[in-house]
């Protein structure tokens, strides 16, 4: 009997913990509230340029793919996608070109390219994987962070849902939202099935 009642407790507090761990947020960083002048990437001056930042081994950056997937398919065209992976100088490009990166590839109209030792995360201010900046032609930021709800959440959500307020001419319910996703510039900091799937 006391051995159950100690599984038990255990048992709750691993749950507790587990979704303690799902519904917290990493930093959305000091994003650039201009387009960086410094960048590769192209502001389009027709339309809103969203750039989105991904670890390639993360897990829960799954979810914001399958999410810009439904978001875009919600407003074709009227967005220029980009979607970078973080590629560190030693790694090779099978690193990097992993199933998230032929996903995020396999969306109509996403540009996808990797981002070699973080180089454009750093220009943008981005520190975690998931992480989505949104620009009027103008390059000023209109919103930034995430676009899940939680750790690998599909479904509708804040971010995707100011966006799609931005694109359809109205006011944001908010122009920020949490980040649920790996860290982008410290490996100490990503999930244990990142640090398993990334080489020494």
């Not at 749950?15 to 000091?30: M, R």
């Not at 650039?32 to 410094?38: D, G, I, L, N, V």
């Not at 009227?78 to 590629?87: E, I, N, Q, S, W």
Request: glycine share 10%.
């Amino acid at each position: 009997m006391a051995a159950c009642v100690v599984w038990l407790l255990a048992a709750g507090v691993g749950a507790a913990v587990l979704l303690n761990y799902e519904g917290a947020a990493h930093s959305t960083g000091k994003a650039s509230e201009h387009w960086p002048q410094a960048t590769q990437i192209e502001l389009d001056r027709k339309k809103a340029t969203l750039v989105m930042f991904s670890h390639p081994h993360c897990p829960y950056t799954r979810a914001s793919i399958g999410e810009l997937k439904r978001l875009l398919a919600r407003c074709p065209e009227r967005v220029a996608a980009h979607v970078l992976f973080l590629k560190p100088g030693d790694h090779s490009e099978t690193w990097t070109h992993t199933g998230l990166w032929r996903t995020a590839a396999a969306i109509p109209g996403v540009d996808v390219q990797p981002d070699t030792n973080g180089t454009e995360a750093r220009q943008f201010g981005a520190k975690t994987s998931g992480c989505v900046l949104f620009y009027a032609p103008t390059g000023q930021l209109l919103f930034k962070g995430g676009i899940t709800a939680g750790r690998g959440h599909t479904g509708d959500n804040p971010g995707s849902g100011a966006i799609i307020a931005l694109l359809h001419g109205r006011n944001p319910l908010v122009s920020e939202t949490p980040v649920y996703g790996c860290s982008l510039v410290d490996q100490s900091q990503a999930s244990p099935e990142v640090t398993a799937l990334s080489p020494k």
